[in-house]
Protein backbone atom coordinates (compact mmCIF):
# COMPACT_ATOMS: atom_id res chain seq x y z
CA UNK A 1 0.00 0.00 0.00
CA UNK A 2 1.32 3.60 -0.61
CA UNK A 3 0.49 6.13 1.51
CA UNK A 4 -0.06 9.60 0.78
CA UNK A 5 2.41 12.56 2.16
CA UNK A 6 3.00 16.48 1.67
CA UNK A 7 6.38 15.54 -0.44
CA UNK A 8 4.75 13.14 -3.09
CA UNK A 9 1.89 15.51 -3.00
CA UNK A 10 3.94 18.77 -4.07
CA UNK A 11 5.45 17.32 -6.56
CA UNK A 12 2.81 15.48 -8.02
CA UNK A 13 0.77 19.24 -8.22
CA UNK A 14 4.13 20.78 -9.62
CA UNK A 15 4.29 17.89 -12.36
CA UNK A 16 0.68 18.47 -13.09
CA UNK A 17 0.84 22.89 -13.46
CA UNK A 18 3.87 22.08 -15.38
CA UNK A 19 1.32 20.42 -17.84
CA UNK A 20 -1.29 22.50 -17.77
CA UNK A 21 1.44 25.48 -18.56
CA UNK A 22 2.51 23.72 -21.17
CA UNK A 23 -1.26 22.61 -22.68
CA UNK A 24 -2.03 26.20 -22.60
CA UNK A 25 1.04 27.25 -24.69
CA UNK A 26 -0.28 24.33 -27.39
CA UNK A 27 -4.12 24.51 -27.24
CA UNK A 28 -4.65 28.27 -27.56
CA UNK A 29 -7.85 29.11 -27.41
CA UNK A 30 -8.88 24.82 -29.08
CA UNK A 31 -9.66 22.18 -27.26
CA UNK A 32 -8.05 18.82 -26.83
CA UNK A 33 -10.08 15.84 -27.34
CA UNK A 34 -11.39 13.32 -24.98
CA UNK A 35 -8.43 11.10 -24.76
CA UNK A 36 -5.35 11.06 -25.60
CA UNK A 37 -3.87 9.02 -28.79
CA UNK A 38 -0.49 7.28 -27.51
CA UNK A 39 -0.58 9.35 -24.18
CA UNK A 40 -0.54 12.90 -26.39
CA UNK A 41 -4.21 14.75 -26.96
CA UNK A 42 -4.74 15.69 -30.42
CA UNK A 43 -7.05 18.91 -30.91
CA UNK A 44 -10.16 18.87 -32.07
CA UNK A 45 -11.83 21.19 -33.97
CA UNK A 46 -14.47 22.75 -32.35
CA UNK A 47 -15.98 22.78 -28.77
CA UNK A 48 -18.29 19.96 -29.51
CA UNK A 49 -18.65 16.64 -27.28
CA UNK A 50 -19.34 16.32 -23.20
CA UNK A 51 -15.35 16.79 -22.77
CA UNK A 52 -14.43 20.76 -23.29
CA UNK A 53 -14.93 21.76 -20.48
CA UNK A 54 -13.17 19.92 -18.11
CA UNK A 55 -9.87 22.13 -19.84
CA UNK A 56 -11.36 25.13 -18.80
CA UNK A 57 -12.35 23.91 -14.90
CA UNK A 58 -8.30 22.44 -14.63
CA UNK A 59 -7.52 26.18 -15.30
CA UNK A 60 -9.73 26.88 -12.98
CA UNK A 61 -8.18 24.47 -10.56
CA UNK A 62 -4.75 25.96 -11.19
CA UNK A 63 -5.67 29.09 -10.41
CA UNK A 64 -7.09 27.89 -6.89
CA UNK A 65 -3.68 26.53 -6.49
CA UNK A 66 -1.13 28.96 -7.07
CA UNK A 67 -3.38 32.36 -6.65
CA UNK A 68 -1.84 33.52 -10.04
CA UNK A 69 -4.22 35.75 -11.91
CA UNK A 70 -2.79 33.98 -15.67
CA UNK A 71 -4.76 30.82 -14.70
CA UNK A 72 -7.64 33.16 -14.02
CA UNK A 73 -7.82 35.29 -17.63
CA UNK A 74 -7.06 31.94 -19.20
CA UNK A 75 -9.97 30.05 -17.93
CA UNK A 76 -12.43 33.02 -18.15
CA UNK A 77 -11.52 33.33 -21.72
CA UNK A 78 -13.47 30.46 -22.46
CA UNK A 79 -16.85 31.32 -21.02
CA UNK A 80 -17.08 33.35 -24.79
CA UNK A 81 -16.93 30.09 -26.67
CA UNK A 82 -19.28 27.85 -24.32
CA UNK A 83 -22.47 30.88 -24.52
CA UNK A 84 -22.00 30.87 -28.25
CA UNK A 85 -22.34 26.87 -27.99
CA UNK A 86 -25.61 26.95 -25.98
CA UNK A 87 -27.03 30.19 -27.68
CA UNK A 88 -26.22 28.67 -30.91
CA UNK A 89 -27.71 24.94 -29.95
CA UNK A 90 -24.34 23.69 -31.14
CA UNK A 91 -24.40 19.82 -30.06
CA UNK A 92 -25.94 20.17 -27.17
CA UNK A 93 -28.45 17.15 -27.23
CA UNK A 94 -27.30 15.84 -24.21
CA UNK A 95 -27.13 15.50 -20.02
CA UNK A 96 -23.97 16.28 -19.84
CA UNK A 97 -24.85 20.07 -20.01
CA UNK A 98 -24.13 20.04 -16.37
CA UNK A 99 -20.30 18.54 -16.48
CA UNK A 100 -19.72 21.11 -19.70
CA UNK A 101 -21.72 23.94 -17.89
CA UNK A 102 -20.82 23.64 -14.22
CA UNK A 103 -17.31 23.87 -14.69
CA UNK A 104 -16.49 26.41 -17.73
CA UNK A 105 -19.56 29.24 -16.43
CA UNK A 106 -20.84 28.02 -12.78
CA UNK A 107 -17.52 28.83 -12.14
CA UNK A 108 -16.38 32.06 -13.30
CA UNK A 109 -19.96 33.43 -12.57
CA UNK A 110 -19.53 32.51 -8.98
CA UNK A 111 -15.99 33.97 -9.13
CA UNK A 112 -16.58 37.48 -10.78
CA UNK A 113 -20.28 37.88 -11.16
CA UNK A 114 -19.72 37.52 -14.76
CA UNK A 115 -23.03 37.96 -16.47
CA UNK A 116 -22.29 36.27 -19.91
CA UNK A 117 -21.48 33.21 -17.98
CA UNK A 118 -25.00 32.84 -15.69
CA UNK A 119 -26.92 33.40 -18.80
CA UNK A 120 -25.01 30.49 -20.34
CA UNK A 121 -25.32 28.34 -17.64
CA UNK A 122 -29.22 29.20 -17.35
CA UNK A 123 -29.20 29.10 -20.91
CA UNK A 124 -27.87 25.10 -20.24
CA UNK A 125 -30.31 23.98 -17.42
CA UNK A 126 -33.41 25.13 -19.79
CA UNK A 127 -31.89 22.53 -22.23
CA UNK A 128 -32.12 20.19 -19.97
CA UNK A 129 -35.34 20.91 -18.73
CA UNK A 130 -35.97 20.40 -22.62
CA UNK A 131 -35.43 16.58 -21.65
CA UNK A 132 -37.25 15.60 -18.97
CA UNK A 133 -39.84 12.83 -19.85
CA UNK A 134 -42.53 13.79 -17.52
CA UNK A 135 -44.29 10.63 -17.17
CA UNK A 136 -41.34 9.00 -16.12
CA UNK A 137 -40.04 11.87 -14.56
CA UNK A 138 -36.52 11.65 -15.54
CA UNK A 139 -33.78 13.55 -18.08
CA UNK A 140 -33.03 11.43 -21.35
CA UNK A 141 -28.99 11.21 -21.66
CA UNK A 142 -28.56 11.38 -25.23
CA UNK A 143 -29.44 12.06 -28.37
CA UNK A 144 -32.76 12.66 -29.59
CA UNK A 145 -35.79 12.78 -27.22
CA UNK A 146 -37.90 10.51 -30.46
CA UNK A 147 -34.96 7.87 -31.02
CA UNK A 148 -36.40 4.56 -30.44
CA UNK A 149 -32.97 3.61 -29.09
CA UNK A 150 -32.01 6.87 -27.10
CA UNK A 151 -35.72 7.63 -25.61
CA UNK A 152 -36.11 7.21 -21.97
CA UNK A 153 -32.98 6.15 -21.72
CA UNK A 154 -31.12 7.59 -18.49
CA UNK A 155 -27.23 7.29 -17.46
CA UNK A 156 -25.63 6.77 -13.58
CA UNK A 157 -23.20 10.01 -14.89
CA UNK A 158 -26.36 12.44 -14.97
CA UNK A 159 -26.07 12.31 -11.31
CA UNK A 160 -23.25 14.74 -11.36
CA UNK A 161 -25.44 17.02 -13.71
CA UNK A 162 -28.30 17.54 -12.18
CA UNK A 163 -26.12 20.21 -9.67
CA UNK A 164 -26.22 22.29 -12.45
CA UNK A 165 -30.36 22.53 -11.83
CA UNK A 166 -30.10 22.85 -8.04
CA UNK A 167 -27.93 25.86 -9.05
CA UNK A 168 -30.48 27.33 -11.66
CA UNK A 169 -32.92 27.15 -8.82
CA UNK A 170 -30.67 29.11 -6.48
CA UNK A 171 -30.13 32.01 -8.51
CA UNK A 172 -33.31 32.11 -10.20
CA UNK A 173 -35.55 30.99 -7.81
CA UNK A 174 -37.49 29.05 -10.48
CA UNK A 175 -38.33 26.09 -8.73
CA UNK A 176 -38.63 23.81 -12.02
CA UNK A 177 -35.12 23.05 -11.99
CA UNK A 178 -34.62 21.67 -8.56
CA UNK A 179 -38.09 19.66 -8.64
CA UNK A 180 -37.06 18.06 -12.32
CA UNK A 181 -33.39 17.34 -10.70
CA UNK A 182 -35.30 16.04 -7.92
CA UNK A 183 -37.71 13.52 -9.17
CA UNK A 184 -34.64 12.33 -11.80
CA UNK A 185 -32.23 11.33 -8.84
CA UNK A 186 -34.74 9.19 -6.98
CA UNK A 187 -35.70 7.42 -10.09
CA UNK A 188 -32.00 6.80 -10.37
CA UNK A 189 -31.85 5.61 -6.46
CA UNK A 190 -35.17 3.35 -7.07
CA UNK A 191 -33.71 1.48 -10.29
CA UNK A 192 -30.25 2.59 -11.35
CA UNK A 193 -28.39 0.50 -8.03
CA UNK A 194 -28.94 -3.36 -7.48
CA UNK A 195 -29.62 -4.91 -4.69
CA UNK A 196 -25.93 -6.21 -4.19
CA UNK A 197 -25.01 -2.21 -4.03
CA UNK A 198 -23.74 -2.80 -7.93
CA UNK A 199 -25.33 -0.28 -10.67
CA UNK A 200 -26.46 -0.20 -14.56
CA UNK A 201 -24.84 1.95 -16.35
CA UNK A 202 -27.94 3.17 -18.15
CA UNK A 203 -31.40 2.53 -17.36
CA UNK A 204 -34.59 2.94 -19.80
CA UNK A 205 -37.87 3.86 -18.90
CA UNK A 206 -41.35 3.76 -20.69
CA UNK A 207 -41.91 7.85 -21.44
CA UNK A 208 -45.55 6.75 -22.34
CA UNK A 209 -46.44 4.99 -19.36
CA UNK A 210 -43.46 5.77 -16.84
CA UNK A 211 -42.79 2.53 -16.35
CA UNK A 212 -38.87 1.40 -15.61
CA UNK A 213 -37.97 -1.25 -18.27
CA UNK A 214 -34.55 -2.24 -18.08
CA UNK A 215 -31.17 -1.87 -17.61
CA UNK A 216 -28.16 -1.63 -20.27
CA UNK A 217 -24.86 -1.08 -20.17
CA UNK A 218 -23.04 0.73 -23.23
CA UNK A 219 -19.34 1.19 -22.04
CA UNK A 220 -19.35 -1.61 -19.11
CA UNK A 221 -18.42 -5.03 -20.06
CA UNK A 222 -22.33 -6.43 -19.79
CA UNK A 223 -25.67 -5.49 -19.17
CA UNK A 224 -25.41 -6.89 -15.76
CA UNK A 225 -22.13 -6.32 -14.72
CA UNK A 226 -20.58 -3.13 -12.79
CA UNK A 227 -18.80 -0.61 -15.25
CA UNK A 228 -16.43 0.72 -12.73
CA UNK A 229 -16.58 4.92 -13.80
CA UNK A 230 -20.16 4.57 -13.23
CA UNK A 231 -20.07 3.07 -9.96
CA UNK A 232 -17.52 6.10 -9.49
CA UNK A 233 -19.83 8.62 -10.97
CA UNK A 234 -22.76 7.40 -8.17
CA UNK A 235 -20.35 7.80 -4.87
CA UNK A 236 -20.06 11.29 -6.07
CA UNK A 237 -23.11 11.92 -7.70
CA UNK A 238 -25.70 10.74 -4.75
CA UNK A 239 -23.37 12.85 -2.16
CA UNK A 240 -23.67 15.55 -4.05
CA UNK A 241 -27.36 14.79 -4.88
CA UNK A 242 -27.68 14.61 -0.96
CA UNK A 243 -26.17 17.93 -0.41
CA UNK A 244 -28.34 19.80 -2.22
CA UNK A 245 -31.73 17.72 -0.99
CA UNK A 246 -30.73 17.00 2.39
CA UNK A 247 -32.21 13.36 1.68
CA UNK A 248 -30.69 10.80 3.29
CA UNK A 249 -31.66 7.73 1.34
CA UNK A 250 -29.41 9.40 -1.39
CA UNK A 251 -26.67 9.11 1.25
CA UNK A 252 -27.46 5.74 2.16
CA UNK A 253 -27.61 5.38 -2.05
CA UNK A 254 -23.79 6.95 -2.15
CA UNK A 255 -22.78 4.69 0.53
CA UNK A 256 -24.40 1.42 -1.01
CA UNK A 257 -21.97 2.50 -4.17
CA UNK A 258 -18.95 3.14 -2.27
CA UNK A 259 -18.96 -0.35 -0.06
CA UNK A 260 -19.20 -2.27 -3.14
CA UNK A 261 -16.40 -0.10 -4.95
CA UNK A 262 -13.98 -0.49 -2.23
CA UNK A 263 -14.87 -4.30 -2.21
CA UNK A 264 -13.73 -4.79 -5.59
CA UNK A 265 -10.47 -2.93 -5.45
CA UNK A 266 -7.51 -5.11 -6.91
CA UNK A 267 -4.40 -4.69 -5.01
CA UNK A 268 -3.01 -1.30 -6.08
CA UNK A 269 -6.75 0.07 -5.21
CA UNK A 270 -7.39 1.75 -8.95
CA UNK A 271 -10.07 0.00 -10.08
CA UNK A 272 -10.40 -2.10 -13.71
CA UNK A 273 -12.42 -0.34 -16.08
CA UNK A 274 -15.35 -2.78 -15.11
CA UNK A 275 -15.84 -4.27 -11.68
CA UNK A 276 -16.20 -7.93 -12.86
CA UNK A 277 -12.57 -8.15 -13.50
CA UNK A 278 -9.59 -8.14 -10.85
CA UNK A 279 -6.31 -8.91 -10.51
CA UNK A 280 -4.63 -11.71 -13.22
CA UNK A 281 -7.70 -10.57 -15.94
CA UNK A 282 -5.32 -8.95 -17.96
CA UNK A 283 -8.21 -6.06 -18.19
CA UNK A 284 -6.83 -2.29 -18.41
CA UNK A 285 -7.65 -0.06 -15.30
CA UNK A 286 -9.58 3.16 -15.78
CA UNK A 287 -7.53 5.37 -13.67
CA UNK A 288 -10.27 8.23 -14.10
CA UNK A 289 -13.04 6.52 -12.16
CA UNK A 290 -10.09 6.29 -9.73
CA UNK A 291 -9.57 9.62 -9.31
CA UNK A 292 -13.71 9.94 -9.77
CA UNK A 293 -13.93 8.06 -6.71
CA UNK A 294 -11.26 9.96 -4.43
CA UNK A 295 -13.96 13.04 -5.15
CA UNK A 296 -16.91 11.20 -3.99
CA UNK A 297 -15.13 9.40 -1.22
CA UNK A 298 -13.96 12.57 0.24
CA UNK A 299 -17.66 14.25 0.18
CA UNK A 300 -18.85 10.99 1.31
CA UNK A 301 -16.66 11.04 4.54
CA UNK A 302 -17.53 14.77 4.84
CA UNK A 303 -21.09 13.89 4.86
CA UNK A 304 -21.45 11.10 6.82
CA UNK A 305 -18.46 11.73 9.07
CA UNK A 306 -16.97 8.37 8.53
CA UNK A 307 -13.01 9.34 8.22
CA UNK A 308 -12.94 5.46 6.52
CA UNK A 309 -13.71 6.84 3.22
CA UNK A 310 -11.49 9.86 3.56
CA UNK A 311 -8.67 7.20 4.24
CA UNK A 312 -9.68 5.13 0.95
CA UNK A 313 -9.67 8.26 -0.82
CA UNK A 314 -5.96 8.71 0.17
CA UNK A 315 -4.65 5.67 -0.93
CA UNK A 316 -6.20 5.58 -4.17
CA UNK A 317 -4.92 9.39 -4.50
CA UNK A 318 -1.42 8.11 -3.63
CA UNK A 319 -1.65 4.96 -5.42
CA UNK A 320 -2.63 7.36 -8.41
CA UNK A 321 0.44 9.40 -7.57
CA UNK A 322 2.57 6.66 -7.51
CA UNK A 323 2.33 4.15 -10.51
CA UNK A 324 -0.21 6.35 -12.94
CA UNK A 325 0.59 9.92 -13.05
CA UNK A 326 2.22 11.27 -16.52
CA UNK A 327 5.42 11.99 -17.11
CA UNK A 328 6.56 14.98 -19.59
CA UNK A 329 6.51 12.86 -22.47
CA UNK A 330 2.36 13.10 -21.94
CA UNK A 331 0.40 16.40 -22.29
CA UNK A 332 -1.90 14.34 -19.94
CA UNK A 333 -1.87 14.18 -16.22
CA UNK A 334 -2.98 10.91 -15.67
CA UNK A 335 -2.69 8.12 -17.72
CA UNK A 336 -3.95 4.14 -17.95
CA UNK A 337 -8.07 5.71 -18.24
CA UNK A 338 -10.21 3.64 -20.35
CA UNK A 339 -12.67 5.67 -22.54
CA UNK A 340 -15.04 3.13 -24.44
CA UNK A 341 -13.32 -0.71 -23.91
CA UNK A 342 -16.26 -2.42 -25.77
CA UNK A 343 -15.69 -0.21 -28.56
CA UNK A 344 -11.56 0.23 -28.41
CA UNK A 345 -12.24 3.59 -28.04
CA UNK A 346 -9.33 5.43 -25.48
CA UNK A 347 -8.09 2.53 -23.87
CA UNK A 348 -4.90 2.68 -21.84
CA UNK A 349 -5.16 6.27 -22.58
CA UNK A 350 -5.44 9.42 -20.97
CA UNK A 351 -8.62 11.12 -20.49
CA UNK A 352 -9.66 14.61 -19.86
CA UNK A 353 -12.11 13.59 -17.08
CA UNK A 354 -9.26 11.81 -15.69
CA UNK A 355 -7.38 14.36 -15.60
CA UNK A 356 -9.46 17.13 -14.40
CA UNK A 357 -10.31 14.68 -11.28
CA UNK A 358 -7.46 14.02 -10.53
CA UNK A 359 -6.35 17.55 -10.23
CA UNK A 360 -9.43 18.23 -8.02
CA UNK A 361 -8.03 15.06 -5.90
CA UNK A 362 -4.96 17.05 -5.78
CA UNK A 363 -6.33 20.61 -4.86
CA UNK A 364 -8.15 18.42 -2.23
CA UNK A 365 -4.58 17.30 -0.80
CA UNK A 366 -3.53 20.73 -0.93
CA UNK A 367 -6.39 23.09 0.21
CA UNK A 368 -8.57 21.52 2.63
CA UNK A 369 -11.38 24.12 2.53
CA UNK A 370 -11.61 23.84 -1.09
CA UNK A 371 -15.53 23.61 -2.06
CA UNK A 372 -16.12 21.51 -5.43
CA UNK A 373 -17.63 23.12 -8.10
CA UNK A 374 -20.82 20.90 -8.29
CA UNK A 375 -21.98 21.41 -4.61
CA UNK A 376 -24.64 24.35 -3.20
CA UNK A 377 -22.35 27.02 -2.39
CA UNK A 378 -22.38 26.92 1.17
CA UNK A 379 -20.09 24.00 1.52
N1 LIG B 1 -19.85 10.51 -18.96
C1 LIG B 1 -19.35 9.59 -19.91
C2 LIG B 1 -18.27 8.73 -19.39
O1 LIG B 1 -17.97 8.73 -18.21
O2 LIG B 1 -17.69 8.03 -20.19
Not at 119 to 136: C, I, N
Request: glycine share 10%; aromatic share 10%.
Amino acid sequence: MTSLDVRSIGAAVTAALRTVDANLAEFGPHYPDDTTIGDRYPLRPSNVGWTTSFWPGMIWLAHELTGEERYGRAAAAHVAGFAERVHGRVDIATHDLGFLYTLSCVVPWRRSGDETARGAALAAADHLLTRVHEQAGIIQAWGDLQDPAQRGRTIIDSLMNTPLLFWATRVTGDERYADAARRHVFQLRDHIIRADGTTFHTFYWDPVTGAPLRGETEQGNADDSCWARGQAWGIYGFTLNYRHTGDRTLLDTARRCADRFLSRLPADEVAYWDLIFGDGSGEERDSSAAAIAVGGLHELAAATGEPAYSSAADRILASLIAGYAAGDDSNALLLHGVYDKPKGVGVDEGNLWGDYFYLEALTRATRPGWSAPWLPEEH
